[in-house]
């Protein structure tokens, strides 16, 4: 099946700093979305991006499929930013639905 | 306004006690999921409804069954919950094929 990276795998920001979160894919994909899942546990939509650029705020997002990767981008970070970042891509169409796949996650810390 | 609509959120069962998690949904969508969250892990799809469709995926464990009675109603049955099936699990719905998933907020089972 479709391998999904993601890097860093853990991130500690001062607050207001910047970062960047790669999502490497392994095959090409129909979907990708980007997750903030809060302490809670939800998961909360970021970005729906199988291509290009969106930007919400003070984050972004690119995806390049053809070259397999999608970056998100969050900018003067605030500790409610804290939280695990996922990545999930969803391969080419192979019966009902869509079946997102979850790469290995980014769990970030924000700290006063 | 919510969405996505697990219950209950937390659920504790004993061991070998059959247990339902129960999701509903206000957006009339064609697809409904159910994802694992085990601790410190990505989420891990276990089966899926388009329509009245049912789709297992392959190593999803015959402990897990599903029931879709209705468009707004899911529910996951496990049969016989054994420690190791303590985890988080997630309820997803998309309109389908290749289209965004949106998540409920989770129940968190514990298995004494």
């Known amino acids: 099946g479709i391998q999904v990276e993601q890097s860093p795998p853990d991130l500690i920001l001062q607050e207001g700093a910047n970062s960047t979160l790669r999502c490497n894919f392994s095959d090409s994909v129909n979907n990708l979305q980007w997750f903030h899942q809060n302490p809670w546990g939800q998961l909360i939509n970021l970005f729906y991006?199988?291509?290009g650029t969106k930007q919400n705020g003070r984050l972004s997002a690119t995806t390049v499929a053809t070259e397999r990767y999608s970056l998100l981008y969050i900018s003067s970070s605030q500790t409610t930013d804290s939280g695990v970042y996922f990545c999930a891509v969803d391969p080419p169409f192979t019966g009902g639905g869509n079946k997102l796949t979850f790469g290995t996650g980014t769990q970030l810390k924000v700290e006063l | 306004d919510a969405m996505v609509i697990q219950n209950p959120r937390y659920q504790v069962t004993q061991f070998g006690k059959p247990v339902t998690l129960s999701c509903s949904q206000t957006?009339?969508?064609?697809?409904m999921y159910w994802y694992q969250q085990k601790s410190s892990q990505a989420p891990k799809l276990l089966f899926h409804y388009y329509d009245k469709d049912f789709n297992n995926e392959a190593d999803t464990p015959d402990n897990f069954q599903s029931r879709r009675p209705n468009t707004s109603f899911c529910f996951l049955d496990i049969r016989s919950p054994g420690l190791g099936d303590a985890a988080m699990y997630l309820c997803a719905t998309s309109r389908g094929p290749g289209a965004e998933q949106y998540f409920g907020p989770g129940t968190r089972l514990t298995v004494t």
């Open positions: 957006l009339n969508h064609n697809v």
């Open positions: 991006i199988p291509s």
